[in-house]
């Protein structure tokens, strides 16, 4: 029968195994490390202007009016799914007025589409045709696009980042401005600016021209322009977006850019309550350096176990024993 020590050692040699083997193995299957978690909640932005400006779907004799505008972005993360891949569906809709004082939700909208791609978890780039469904019922539009949406790399810099605007399905640089510090997160600040962009020079489509009456009484032709100014905070290390507003000014103007008729005035932030559960969500994401750092510590304890383990399996701690026993002898 194997004497006690022998035994012990040969347990302390298996755990140091495991724990090495642990060490090396755990990366391939707990991500720890700040890509989008494929569980994460769905998450909401919801961006309010109380004095917007903008044309009725339900009445189109109203002309401009001034109502409050409510834009909201939902998106998901969907299946298929994988270590670094993942789909993502976004809903997109802008309603007008008060919920339950100017209508239910189909009087109050002014737009709802539905978006649906594919995304590297860490990079945010969009890796698919753009898949969208406009309004209910209508058919679906696929489109080419590169750049982000949503969601920015993870461990974001210092740099421009090519960022998706859905009104002309192009992607347009996002600039950084700022670093700050949030409840101990590294908070990234980026600005996205489109200057009076044709919104017909980027695709065809019925509503991106009309007839405009001049001032002398003729006519021309009129071209939607796309005006915006965006700000994102991202959270460094996730690259999640936790803050934004933007200022869009939709309009329609003649071939040189003159504004003519108003479509859209919108100057939409988010709520101090919502920014902090964002916030929060980005803290929940397990970060990579402890996850490594508890995966070096794992190894190196499991070294030096298996070492004393493999030297107690080999008698040395009983010969140094009997040693020690003839000493005292």
């Known amino acids: ?16 195994v495991a724990l090495i083997v642990w060490g090396l193995v755990a990366p391939r299957f707990v991500h720890a490390d700040g890509r989008l978690p494929l569980d994460l909640d769905a ?13 009725l779907n339900s ?3 109203a002309g401009l009016v001034t109502t409050p505008i409510t834009r909201q972005l939902h998106f998901q993360v969907m299946d298929p799914a994988d270590a670094d891949r993942a789909t ?12 339950g004082v100017d209508g239910n939700d189909q009087e109050r909208l002014l737009s709802a589409s539905v978006y649906n791609f594919r995304v590297d978890r860490f990079t945010g780039e969009i890796l698919s045709e753009m898949a969208v469904t406009s309004q209910l019922a209508s058919p679906t539009l696929n489109y080419d696009v590169e750049g982000i949406w949503l969601k920015f790399p993870t461990d974001a810099e210092a740099t421009s980042y090519p960022m998706l605007d859905t009104t002309l399905r192009q992607a347009r640089p996002a600039d950084f401005v700022e670093s700050t510090e949030v409840d101990g ?25 009309t007839t405009l009456t001049r001032e002398d009484g003729g006519t021309t032709t009129g071209y939607l322009y796309h005006d915006v100014v965006r700000d994102f905070w991202v959270d460094q290390r996730t690259g999640l ?17 003159e504004k003519y008729e108003q479509v859209l005035l919108f100057e939409g932030t988010l709520s101090d309550g919502q920014v902090s ?18 995966n070096t510590i794992g190894m190196i304890v499991g070294g030096v176990l298996a070492l004393i ?21």
């Open 1 to 16: 029968m194997l004497p006690k020590t022998r035994i012990f050692s040969a347990l302390l040699l298996g755990i140091g």
């Open 43 to 55: 998450t909401t932005y919801t961006l309010t202007d109380d004095n917007g400006q903008t044309l």
């Open 59 to 61: 009445d189109p004799e």
């Open 88 to 99: 993502l569906r976004v809903g997109d809709t802008l309603l007008h007025g008060v919920e």
């Open 185 to 209: 997160r590294t908070i990234m600040h980026y600005r996205q600016v489109i200057d009076r962009a044709n919104v017909a020079e980027s695709f065809a489509d019925p509503s991106n021209t």
């Open 241 to 257: 977006i936790v803050d934004m507003n933007e200022r869009i000014d939709d309009f329609y103007g003649d071939r040189t850019g």
């Open 277 to 294: 559960d964002l916030i929060a969500q980005a803290s929940d994401i397990p970060d990579g350096e402890s996850a490594q750092t508890a």
């Open 309 to 329: 383990g493999l030297a107690g399996s080999f008698g040395l701690f009983d010969r140094a024993r009997r040693r020690r026993s003839r000493g005292t002898a």
